[in-house]
């Protein structure tokens, strides 16, 4: 009986492949003929486009809401087809994308990538800024710590020589002594 089951069910797929065009049903996966409006085997209709999501790693119509594919288990990304606006930077109106004017108060629109673009640059202005800053900031540290290291050096010469002068004492006066408790 299972066999005869398969050889039907052969013998029913044999002319969907030849003849090449198929359908998926989106429920529960069945192939159908490439022109049917249903699914032979649950009855889902399988022609209304806005109620699939098309898995993009397999190709497999989705339910519109899956968040995995029910073929490949790829996750399902929504196209969402949002119009982008211009917004007015003068009174707030939302302007077709390819304005150049609002067509509200007739000001000239800055477009978003434009918009980015200067926010990009102003951001960058101010970085470099800051790293001018930072430049100068650390010249004066670094004038304050040769001015510390001279002073330091100077001190140590001093002392140096200060220990130098009082070792050549400390030996005349010895050599003196020297003389004297001699004689």
Known sequence: MGTSLSRFLLLLFIPLLLLGGEKICPRCGA????DAKFCWKCGAPLDEEEEYIICPKCGFKNPKGAKFCARCGAPLVEE????????????????????????????????EEKAEESKKDENLERILQEIEGLKKEIKGLKKMWLMEEMKRKEKEKKMMDTMLYLGMGAFCLGYVLGFIIAE
């Open 31 to 34: 192939v159908n003929p490439e």
């Open 80 to 111: 969402k087809k949002e119009e982008k606006f211009i917004i007015c930077p003068k009174c707030g109106f939302k302007n077709p994308p390819g304005a150049k004017f609002c067509a509200r108060c007739g000001a000239p629109l800055v477009k």
